[in-house]
Structure formats: structure tokens, C-alpha cells
């Protein structure tokens, strides 16, 4: 099972607030003492950037976002380095804890280092600055940015200078990622006491820079609640394949596909679960194909079912498969390459029921499943859907037009089915039965090519049949493709393609 560590908890701006709240009036924390600790960090890290830090220029809200860039302009100021303060909305109704914090500065600036402006309009922009500080929204956006707000937006966007957001780019949503109206481009993020889920969702990755992760001192119990978490190597630990005391003991994947002009995708997926050093990949394939096989995988178990003539599985294949299936121990992937021909459709509505091995469905073994309405997964075993986004719509009543909804539909639909969904896109999104989903942080889109899905469901086949968990079987498949990419990326020029990731 997973289990992710602090800094990859994932909240939305209520559980935020929540959280915010119950640390300053069950604790007796103070939100001033939080937003001393926010800004601190993120003044550190900017201190021990690479950032020529001699004047920066500081856009702040009303709000407490606006209060954490001014505490950081206080830290910086201690190191000589000068601020000029903008107010979008003025400086007589900042919160109280930014208010405190305006005066404190100006306390602190003995050699007038500080310049503050009460509005956009007013600011004179003939003066020469090295950095941008983004103070302007945070957690308490929300409406489309107008007026002043999304000028400064524009403004900071067009200056060639290095931006840094507190807590969330402005104009980002905090909950889904989408822009509201323009949006901060940021070079650092600094995600305060949590990372925000809308970092991670549809615009998100775009617009944040790094973020980096700012510890408050909230009790870890009070995060209990989240439920989104982000995937990542540093916390999920790819255990390399050991070889076994014999073939059989290293683990065994049941490949159920390909069909006659789609024996690529089998040839694919089987070799890039070889590849995770498993006991033994064995292709069940109509038997009219198996001279293309006998060519292509020269290193994998071929058992083929039905007649020469047989180029797509039928309903008459069924009692010779599940008699392959009870040789040995092991996993099935079923799918890659399959087809839609309506008779392998019926052998693989037959063949689910009554097949009890743990089973990973891609591809057109996804669409047959679609297809039957009443589907149910026979009980103890366990299954791990790899839909594309076409393929998760197919599973529900209404389109998934953004990544939020995906998100909302993964979890709903993997703990009502009890299963476990990887739901490919940018993110990744690995739902759970509990109801626990995780989240790619990478980019993603060099995978959005043909063959790259049979390639992962070739990954996330190997680590299910070497008898990991299923959510960690899509956490390995996903970060194990990651890997290769980071590999790839540093040591070629050209684009990868899906047999790179093998
Ligand atoms: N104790 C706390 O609550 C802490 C809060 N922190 C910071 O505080 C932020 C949240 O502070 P706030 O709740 O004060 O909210 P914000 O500072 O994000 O902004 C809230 C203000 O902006 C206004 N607003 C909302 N949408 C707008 C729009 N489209 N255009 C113009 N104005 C708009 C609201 O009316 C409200 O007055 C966090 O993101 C984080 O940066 C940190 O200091 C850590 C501790
Ligand atoms: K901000």
C-alpha cells in the first residue's frame, strides 16, 4: 500500500482553512505566529536561490497572502535587499494580520529601503527591479480577476524578471487548477503548511515554477482528512526485481491480447513486462497469429488457442484460456491490441466472471467492459483499469471535461467498484477502493503517444503479478516510465518514442 509522506499531501482551499482554523483556535497558535513561519521559509529559500535579490517588487492583496510577501520583504530587508510595496487594494482594509505586518516592516526600514504604494496606478514604474514577489491572492480567490488585479497580472507576466508566488500563483484556482480570467506565471511557488491541488491540475503545472514546500506547524492529525496525495520517487520506493529460486517464483503475467493488425500492442506490452524481470510472461493469443509472435518475442511463453484460422479471440477460446490460467500461479493483463470485433467482445464479457486471477484492463479490454452494463468483478480478486480519458468517459453518464472532474469521477467510481483506476492524462490520477488518489507531477505528454499506454500496462502488469498492491503496481508502472523519460531527456536529443520507455 501507499502511504504518502507529509509534503505530498494534497488540500483544497476549504480543507486549507479548515485546517488554518482549527490549528489557531484549538492550539492557540496564532495566525500572525503562521504567517511569520510562511514567510521565513519562503525567505530562506529565496535567500538561497540563485536569484539576484538587491530590489524587488512586492504585489500584494488585502488579504493574508498579501501579509506573507510582506513578511518576506521584512527578512530580505534584514539582508539589505529593498522593496517597493504595491497595494491593488489599498492598505485601509488589509486583514489584521497584514496590517500588523505592514507596520512591523516599516518599523524595520532604518534606511528608508522601503517604498509603498497604495494602488496599481500610482506606481512608478521607471525604477529598476530585480524580482517579483506575488502577494496578491491566495487561498481567498473567489472570482475572475478584473481591474487593477489583472493588470499587475499582465504586468508581471510581460517583465522579463524571476517571479515568486506565495502559496499559489494568483488568478490560479486553488481546487482545480483553472485560470480565473489570467493567471501569475511563476518561477517558485511557495506552498504554504500544503500543497494546493490546483498546482497539480489542468492550468497548474504551467503557471507555478517549482513549488516547494513551506512546513507550518499544523498537527498532523488535522490532515487526516486529505484524501490526494502527489506521486513521487522520493516517497514511493521502486523495489528492483530480485530473480527468484526459480522461474515461476519471480512472478507470472497472463497476457490476454492482440489480434490480427494489432499484434504491435501485445508485442509491446509483453516485452516491457520481460523487461521488470519477471519469472515468465506467457501470451495467450488465437492461434493464427502465433507465427508473428514466434518471429517478434522470441523470449516469451506463447499459448495459442482456437484454429489456424483464428486471428481474434471468440467465446470458444474461453475454456482453453482458463484452463492455460490455471497452470501456475500469477496476474492477467488483458487487452493490448485486442480488438473490438463483437466476438472477442462476448469472449472477454464471458471470460471476466469467471476469471480469478488479479487482472489489469487496458485498452479495447476496457471498451468490452464498457459495453456490459451490469459488470461486476468477481469477489477476492482485484482489478486495475488503465482508462485513457476517452475510455474513462465511456464509464460515465455525463463528459469529464476537466481535470477536477476526472479527479471527482476516479474516486467515486474506484471505491463504489472497489478497484483501483489509473486514469492517464496530465496528471495521472491512481484512484483507490478506499477512495485515496494520487497524482503524477510530471510531465506526462511525452507518453501521449501510441504504444506508450501498452508499454505501462506492460509495467503495471509486471509489479501486480510480482504481488504488489495494486495502487502501488500503477505508482511503480507510472514512476518506472518517469524514470526512463528523466533518463532519456538527459542523454538524447530526439523525442522519445514508446519502446524507449521498455
Ligand atoms: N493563518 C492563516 O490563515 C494563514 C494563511 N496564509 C496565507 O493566507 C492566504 C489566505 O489568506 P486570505 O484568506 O486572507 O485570502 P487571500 O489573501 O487569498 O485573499 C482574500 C481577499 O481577496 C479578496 N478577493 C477574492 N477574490 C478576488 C479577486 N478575484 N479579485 C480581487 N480580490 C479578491 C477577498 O475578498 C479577500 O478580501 C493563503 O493562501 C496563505 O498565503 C499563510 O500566511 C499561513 C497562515
Ligand atoms: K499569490
Known amino acids: 500500500m501507499l502511504n504518502a509522506t507529509l509534503p505530498h499531501y494534497l488540500f483544497t482551499a476549504s480543507q486549507s482553512r479548515e485546517i488554518d482554523r482549527r490549528t489557531i483556535e484549538e492550539t492557540g497558535m496564532d495566525g500572525f505566529t503562521l504567517m511569520e513561519i510562511a514567510g521565513l521559509s519562503a525567505a530562506k529559500h529565496l535567500l538561497g ?49 497584514a496590517q500588523r505586518n505592514l507596520e512591523l516592516l516599516q518599523q524595520f526600514d532604518d534606511h528608508h ?119 513521487d520517487e522520493s516517497w514511493v520506493s521502486l523495489e528492483q526485481a530480485r530473480p527468484g529460486r526459480h522461474k515461476y517464483a519471480s512472478g507470472v503475467l497472463y497476457l490476454i491480447a492482440g489480434s490480427e493488425g494489432l499484434t504491435g500492442a501485445a508485442m509491446l506490452a509483453a516485452r516491457s513486462a520481460w523487461a521488470e524481470g519477471l519469472g515468465a510472461v506467457i501470451l495467450v493469443c488465437p492461434r493464427g497469429l502465433l507465427p508473428v509472435y514466434e518471429i517478434g518475442l522470441p523470449s516469451i511463453i506463447k499459448k495459442a488457442v482456437g484454429n489456424k484460422s483464428d486471428d481474434f479471440f471468440k467465446p470458444d477460446h474461453l475454456p482453453e484460456v482458463l484452463d492455460i490460467l490455471e497452470e501456475k500461479e500469477g496476474a492477467v493483463l488483458l487487452g493490448p491490441g485486442i480488438g473490438r470485433q463483437d466476438d472477442t467482445v462476448a469472449f472477454i464479457n464471458r471470460f471476466l466472471p469467471r476469471n480469478p486471477r488479479n487482472t489489469v484492463i487496458d485498452a479495447d479490454g476496457l471498451w468490452a467492459l464498457a459495453q456490459w452494463e451490469q459488470w461486476e468483478k468477481p469477489r477476492g480478486s482485484q482489478w486495475i483499469l488503465t482508462p485513457h480519458p476517452g475510455e474513462l468517459s465511456r464509464f460515465s453518464d455525463k463528459p469529464i471535461k476537466s481535470d477536477a472532474h476526472r479527479l471527482h469521477f476516479v474516486r467515486n467510481f474506484s471505491s463504489r467498484r472497489q478497484l483501483t483506476i489509473l486514469s492517464k492524462g496530465m496528471p495521472g490520477i491512481i484512484g483507490t477502493s478506499s477512495g485515496e488518489c494520487y497524482l503524477t507531477n510530471y510531465d506526462t505528454r511525452y507518453f501521449s503517444r501510441a504504444g506508450s499506454g501498452d508499454v505501462l500496462a506492460g509495467k503495471v502488469g509486471a509489479s501486480l503479478a510480482r504481488g504488489r498492491a495494486p495502487d502501488a503496481s500503477c505508482a511503480e508502472g507510472l514512476l518506472r516510465g518517469k524514470k526512463k523519460l528523466d533518463h532519456y531527456l538527459t542523454n538524447a536529443d530526439d523525442l522519445p518514442e514508446p519502446r524507449d520507455f521498455i
Open 49 to 97: 536561490s540563485d536569484i539576484n535579490l538587491s530590489h524587488g517588487v512586492y504585489l500584494c492583496g488585502k488579504g493574508n497572502n498579501g501579509g506573507d510577501a510582506m513578511v518576506v520583504a521584512r527578512y530580505l530587508l534584514q539582508n539589505e535587499i529593498a522593496a517597493t510595496l504595491v497595494f491593488l487594494s489599498g492598505t485601509d482594509n488589509l486583514s489584521p494580520d
Open 113 to 231: 529601503r522601503i517604498e509603498v504604494y497604495e494602488s496599481w496606478d500610482t506606481l512608478e514604474q521607471t525604477e529598476h527591479w530585480d524580482f517579483i514577489i506575488d502577494g496578491m491572492l491566495g487561498t481567498g480567490l473567489d472570482s475572475n480577476l478584473r481591474g487593477d488585479y489583472l493588470e499587475a497580472v499582465h504586468w508581471a507576466n510581460e517583465q522579463d524578471l524571476p517571479v515568486a508566488s506565495m502559496d499559489i500563483p494568483t488568478g490560479l484556482h486553488a481546487d482545480t487548477g483553472q485560470l480565473m480570467g489570467a493567471c501569475i506565471e511563476a518561477d517558485y511557488t511557495f506552498a504554504f503548511g500544503g500543497r494546493k491541488q490546483g498546482l497539480y491540475l489542468e492550468e497548474g503545472p504551467f503557471q507555478t515554477g517549482s513549488v516547494l514546500y513551506c512546513e507550518l506547524p499544523f498537527p498532523n492529525s488535522y490532515k487526516a482528512r486529505c484524501d490526494t496525495f502527489l506521486l
